[in-house]
Nanobody
């Protein structure tokens, strides 16, 4: 069993910065990709950024140059540094991990960017 626990998030003004982190616990010996998705009200869940076991990163076009995904040396904690935030970044941010053949999700943490 795998658990993903997010922390961080909150309210920030447009142009500001915020970070979120996610700690994976349980059977985490075979984490392939780990990262973040988000879901805004009335919209589909979408990729934000992921990082692979070889530190290869993948970003949504909408966040490139503003967000940075990273992971700790053990690979069990993933971070998302969000800079130059825009109101359209407002969403619930979900931690995601692909481990073995399975996908796992955190409970989500809200990020609100005020204009």
């Amino acid at each position: 069993q795998v658990q993903l626990v997010e922390s961080g998030g909150g309210l920030v003004q447009a142009g500001g910065s915020l970070s979120v982190s996610c700690a994976a616990s349980g059977y985490t010996f075979d984490i392939n990709d780990i990262g973040w998705y988000r879901q805004a009200p009335g919209k589909e869940r979408e990729l934000v950024a992921t990082i692979s076991s070889t530190d290869s990163t993948n970003y949504a076009d909408s966040v490139k140059g503003r967000f940075t995904v990273s992971r700790d040396n053990a690979g069990n904690t993933v971070y998302l540094q969000m800079n130059s935030l825009k109101p359209e970044d407002t969403a619930v941010y979900y931690c995601y991990a692909h481990i073995g053949r399975w996908d796992y999700w955190g409970q989500g943490t809200p990020v609100t960017v005020s204009s």
